[in-house]
């Protein structure tokens, strides 16, 4: 358990301190998240800045956000939303596996795509990220991950009760690395070497 801490918080540390990959090379993948509205508006800022590129997860649930209501939330004004083909809403996704597949499959039909930024939640992120790798390292493929947890404007990214947040976090952890889902920390190492490589 103390090792999962250890990557939780290397995974916490470590985008905002990384080199950043060049914007018109980048996606920004938001992760939203249920009754957290501030996952959206908040990671959304990111763009077009830091990624030329917007992926917008789908959820089980609140908030399901359509294509038109995230061009609504970062704040842009055209009639037509055809003029952001870079941004692309998922759909329905059960689960964190499910959106990280979805954005695997964007990363096969976008080529151009050489960067990734994910953010979510603080509490959230590690999991995310180690999904994220798992699926790519499945996958074959290889690619820059900067992870960007996001604060909460009425508050920060943890709850109240963010020690059980955290606690359920590396539960679930352990848990989806028995079922081969979320990566091993021996391959979250060898990320992080071919990275630094």
């Given at each position: ?178 079922k081969g889902d979320v990566a091993s920390l021996d391959t979250w190492r060898n990320y992080i070497n071919w990275r630094i490589s």
């Amino acid at each position: 358990m103390l090792e999962v801490f250890r990557v939780m918080s290397e995974i916490l540390l470590d985008g905002p301190n990384w080199k950043k990959g060049k914007p018109e090379e980048t996606a920004i993948l938001v992760l939203p998240g249920m009754y957290q509205e501030y996952r959206i508006t908040e990671g959304t800022k990111f763009w077009p800045d830091q990624g030329e590129y917007l992926w917008v997860a789908g959820t089980n649930g609140d908030p399901a956000y359509s294509r038109k209501q995230i061009i609504s939330v970062i704040d842009v004004d055209y009639p037509n939303d055809l003029h952001y083909p870079n941004i692309i809403c998922g759909e329905f996704a059960r689960h964190t596996l499910d959106q990280m597949e979805w954005c695997v499959s964007l990363l096969k039909e976008n080529t151009q795509v050489k960067h990734l930024i994910v953010t979510t939640a603080a509490y959230h992120l590690p999991r995310c990220t180690l999904t994220l790798l798992q699926v790519l390292t499945k996958s074959g493929m290889k690619i820059p991950i900067t992870p960007l947890s996001i604060r909460n404007p009425s508050g920060d990214s943890f709850s109240p009760t963010s020690t059980e947040d955290l606690r359920s976090e590396v539960m679930k952890i352990q848990q989806y690395q028995e079922k081969g889902d979320v990566a091993s920390l021996d391959t979250w190492r060898n990320y992080i070497n071919w990275r630094i490589s």
